[in-house]
């Protein structure tokens, strides 16, 4: 099994701030800020999970994951607006002396008149948001899990090819991007060039992307830089893209036996994730590109159901087996025409 991507080191944030959260998060989930006080830059966010803090307003502390986003939905704001001043003032001091990010009212449900005050008191930001609670903590959940989602660098020329994403990988001077280039000219779209961001997103979805430097510029040796986004229009970009197959690229060497048949399906690891990998030989005058498009039509076929070496393989074995049944020689039936009689059509 291939384990040049296992070398590669995976970097990942230690945290995310408030004021950044609220920055990129705030209008995609229609939070308000109700808290007058400025957001502190202290304010940091550690943990990608978010949390309902009931126990903790009802006074048990010892479990509580303070450092995580507050989320209080219906059922924690009806606990507090039920309960006499005295004890709801307790509740709420006792909960903001722990130092939590940030705290987040779902439904825009009102609050009582402490909750602001004391908030205010200990330089906690509140934010509230219509959204409904299960469905908020579901959108924040998987924009935090793109922050903190462990990422690696990897060199190579990443593509969107019918749908699929190719990421040519090789040694320096191979020929990814002349190839990503000619796939872009025939209608595909390029995601990234030389420098590629690979994101893992849950257990096993690989997403890669480009550099913000970078984006979608790109060097031919010969040629010198150029942008692929000015020079054939916003048709021939994406700016993410799943990582679907690897194709690796590497000089046609006459003593190497290469896959022949395509049962032999090789995986490729990145940060644990098992991804389809095909090493593929070049040479001059071999035409990758179109190779390359057969590579991601075939992907399609198998992600459908349809794998082509399989079912020749599958003829094949019934093909010896009527033969032995019938005595008939193996030369005289694969030389069997596919078709009976030609019908006078002689095109």
């Known amino acids: 099994m291939p384990d040049r991507f296992e070398k590669l080191k995976e970097v990942k944030k230690k945290f995310i701030t408030v004021e950044f959260f609220f920055k990129a998060a705030g209008e995609r989930f229609k939070l308000e800020q109700i808290t007058k006080l400025d957001i502190p830059k202290r304010k940091k966010i550690f943990d990608k999970n978010l ?16 450092q995580r986003i507050q989320v209080l939905g219906n059922t924690e704001i009806k606990y507090l607006t039920q309960l006499n001043k005295k004890k709801r003032i307790d509740s709420l001091m006792r909960f903001f002396s722990f130092n939590v990010p940030c705290v987040i009212i779902t439904n825009d449900n009102p609050l009582p008149v402490e909750f602001i005050h004391i908030a205010q008191k200990f330089k906690i930001p509140v934010f509230k948001t219509p959204y409904p609670t299960t469905r908020f903590i579901y959108l924040v959940s998987d924009f935090l899990d793109d922050q903190f989602a462990p990422q690696i660098v990897i060199h190579g020329s990443f593509v969107d090819v019918y749908g699929i994403g190719v990421l040519f990988c090789g040694k320096s001077g191979i020929g990814k991007s002349e190839i990503a280039l000619d796939l872009v000219e025939r209608g595909h779209r390029l995601v990234a060039d030389d420098v590629v961001l690979v994101s893992k997103k849950g257990e096993s979805v690989l997403m890669g992307s480009g550099t913000e430097f970078v984006q979608h510029f790109m060097e031919i040796r010969g040629l010198g830089i150029i942008d692929i986004r000015k020079v054939f229009g916003i048709r021939a970009i994406r700016f993410q893209k799943r ?3 690897i194709v690796e690229l590497e000089h046609w060497d006459p003593g190497k036996v290469y896959e022949r048949t395509g049962l032999n399906t090789v995986k490729g690891n990145i940060m644990g994730v098992e991804i ?18 057969v590579i991601a039509l075939n992907y399609l076929c198998k992600h459908y159901g349809y794998d082509a070496a399989k079912v020749f393989a599958e003829n094949l074995k019934k093909k010896i087996r009527l033969n032995k ?22 095109e």
């Open 243 to 245: 990582v679907e197959v």
């Open 51 to 66: 949390h309902r803090p009931g126990l903790a307003l009802a006074g048990y502390v010892e479990l509580f994951t303070y």
């Open 325 to 346: 049944k019938s005595g008939k020689g193996e030369t005289s039936a694969s030389l069997r025409r596919a078709i009976e009689y030609f019908e006078h059509d002689f």
């Open 276 to 293: 389809e990998m095909i090493r593929l030989p070049i040479f001059p005058g071999k035409n990758i590109t179109v190779i390359s498009e």
